[in-house]
């Protein structure tokens, strides 16, 4: 299976203090070890990822350091990350889910996912057919 990660996936993995960061770990813990896995990031989740995590503490991290963070994460998945160039125009119909501004990215990435046979993951209950990572359950 080939996950295109969302920024949300993105943030909640790379910051231990996030509430949804376990969730995120577990999954891709659990994710990398089903054989042909593959986790996909492209240009709008990367940056996304770098812009959320130095808004989220009021701009005190350097993009720098949100940029460091982002590579270690990409690094550890090894040979089962790969990077999707964004070859999709943004001024392709969006589909019918997509009503305002504050789903455009959504419905994007979406697209693309769609276009190079994987799906979005993402926390996102609000994406059609999205794969929404599963909460942690407890034992």
């Known amino acids: 299976m080939n996950y295109l990660l969302d920024v949300n996936v993105l943030v909640a993995w790379g910051w231990a203090d996030h509430t949804e960061h376990r969730r995120v770990g577990l999954w891709i813990a659990e994710a990398r070890v089903q054989r042909g896995t593959k986790f996909m990031t492209s240009a709008i989740p990367e940056l996304g990822f770098i812009r959320v995590s130095v808004q989220r503490i009021g701009g005190k991290l350097p993009v720098s350091e949100a940029s460091s963070v982002l590579a270690g994460l990409l690094r550890s998945l090894g040979k089962r990350h790969l990077f999707l160039a ?54």
């Open 86 to 139: 964004d070859d999709q125009s943004s001024a392709e119909a969006f589909p019918d889910w997509c009503t305002g501004a504050g789903r455009s990215t959504d419905a994007h990435l979406k697209l693309l996912a769609d276009r190079h046979q994987a799906v979005l993951a993402t926390l996102d209950t609000g994406i059609p057919n999205a794969f929404l990572i599963p909460p942690v359950t407890l034992d």
